[in-house]
């Protein structure tokens, strides 16, 4: 059975709940899944004021976790058309993993949300793949054996390097079934990917 760490950094709960349906996906696959966020570098004071979501069940990450999974599936939302800087912070600090080469081989993946439909999801669910890439991850992103990425019918996220929702201006779109279909699918076939390299 695989083991597979779904990280994430959420801060009005969107990508908290596409984190949720990915780890979703990758339990349908038999896969043993753990959610953790990242440490959250804003104070809590202006957190607050700000409106971000502060009851997230998910517990914090540390980097010297990451070693024990098989696959690492990691979501952020867009800032400014790039990772956000909680994100990067975590990141930054693995060197020793880097250095050590500790994650090499390991099966990753990506997703993303962002207010509009061109605010940067694509840009920055490739920052996250080319980060875990020199970590040595093996990328699994988004095919187009997921229909529900596909059409102009409706407003949707999804891209083949991993999927995506689209939250509005203000925040009051959550991912739609489309979008937390495209993150399950990710997240299956990332598990099934991890299940036949280490079984």
């Known amino acids: 059975m695989a083991k597979v760490l779904v990280l994430y950094h959420s801060t009005y709960g969107h990508t908290e709940a596409m984190a949720e349906a990915v780890a979703e996906g990758a339990r349908s696959a038999g896969a043993d899944v753990d959610i953790r966020r990242v440490p959250e570098t804003v104070p809590e004071d ?45 990141w930054d600090t693995a060197g020793g993993l880097w250095a050590t080469g500790a994650l090499n081989g390991k099966v990753g993946g990506a997703f993303s949300s962002t207010a509009t439909q061109h605010g940067g999801n694509e840009l920055t669910v490739m920052s996250l793949i080319h980060n875990l890439m020199h970590f040595g991850l093996t990328i699994v992103g988004l095919d187009y054996g997921y229909g529900g990425q596909s059409g102009v019918d409706r407003v949707r996220g999804g891209s083949p390097y991993g999927a995506t929702t689209i939250t509005d201006s203000d925040g009051s779109r959550m991912p739609s079934e489309d979008e937390l279909g495209g993150a399950r699918y990710q997240g299956r076939r990332i598990a099934e990917v991890a299940t036949k390299l280490f079984g």
């Open 46 to 90: 202006v957190a607050r004021s700000s409106g971000y979501k502060m009851d997230q069940k998910a517990p914090i990450a540390t980097v010297q976790e990451l070693t024990n999974y098989d696959a690492i599936i990691v979501g952020a939302g867009t800032r400014f058309g790039r990772l956000p800087s909680q994100m990067a912070a975590f």
